[in-house]
């Protein structure tokens, strides 16, 4: 499961990858409320070593927000 350093490290992940996109003029990453419960399921597995790309396919179809 999420620790509280986990979830601050994928918050602190969050910010900086949205301080890039802005800069490079590539969106946001937004992780709506009601796909936070898959989020953190795909974060785990990440963490864990056991990512297929889905976390970058959910990140990429549910929260990238283009401007």
Do not use: Q
Not at 7 to 36: C, D, M, Q, T
């Amino acid at each position: 499961h999420m620790t509280a350093g986990r979830g601050f490290i994928a918050l602190a992940a969050v910010i900086f990858a949205n301080h890039y996109l802005i800069s490079k003029g590539g969106g946001l990453l937004v992780i709506p409320e009601s796909h936070v419960p898959e989020f953190k399921r795909l974060l785990v597995r990440y963490y864990e070593g056991r990512d297929d790309g889905s976390i970058m396919t959910f990140m990429r179809e549910k929260c990238w927000k283009t401007f």
